[in-house]
């Protein structure tokens, strides 16, 4: 069978040449989505005083006679506009909250670091030699921020959007924490890298052994299992050490599009279905999900 010029030959060679063709090609379809979202700017202006100019929340569309149409979340936003970009305020003594959606080899834990540490509009309480700090808002002590460094990885290690978001975990932690249901304002955030740069980085920090192995991946309410999402290696050894050819031939391998499926809603392709029998239409509908929700989040940012 001819693949392409060179990628024709047969044998060893043949199959090697085969898989850099894949792994170039989803590179190639991630670096169309990252460039596609990168003209979007925005700034985040912090305040104590009441804010009106903006709003934000989450709601679920009914349609069809209560059908509830899966997945969807409508956005009400007000904001100024200043010079053609746009102006979030964020009220740090109302009932707005942060949160972080920490995307794997992506400056995140730097800028998660810098929140509780080194800002000085929203001080979080910070003990030496404790990762974990204060981010309590006033009498109440209720937290403005989710994130590892002040909540912690209470919806899971590195969760994603379809975890903290669709799966309402974030709402269901602060209600619990506050002992009450309570309506709030969710500022969503999140850093971007280059897939090429992003992926590289992760292959290297696996190489280190990184595996990442407690991640929960919740999706339609529940964990996902070995059947579901089966693993790369053997969990007892870990993946230490392995071939940058090993690590592109698996194809659970989660580096793979990480970005796109972190910042989409996985319920709308069968969550990790479409690792088991991928699809362009699989593809194209997480790629608009997570589209539309970067178009949604306060504020991301990209190298």
Known sequence: MKLMGMCSMRGWKGVQCRKLFVFATILFAASIVYFYISEKREIVEFTEGPVTDFSMKSTTEIVN???????YYAY???AQETGGERVIRFNKTSNDVIVFVHIQKTAGTTFE???????????CKCQAHKKRCNCGRNASNETWLFSRYSTGWVCGLHADFTELVVNSCVQRVLDKQAGHK?????????????PTDRFISEFRHVQRGATWISSKHVCNGRPAS?????TCFDPRIGWEGVSLEEFISCPYNLAFNRQTRMLSNLSLVGCY???????YEQDKIM???AKENLRQVS???ND
């Open 65 to 71: 006679d209560d059908i509830q149409k899966e997945g």
């Open 76 to 78: 009400e936003r007000a």
């Open 299 to 301: 504020v991301f940012c």
């Open 182 to 194: 309570k309506k709030r304002n969710y500022f969503y955030t999140t850093f971007l890298r280059n």
């Open 113 to 123: 670091k810098f929140l509780v540490r080194y800002q000085q509009n929203l001080p």
């Open 273 to 279: 279905e479409h690792l088991r029998r991928p699809s």
């Open 226 to 230: 070995v059947n579901d999402l089966p």
């Open 287 to 289: 790629m608009e999900s």
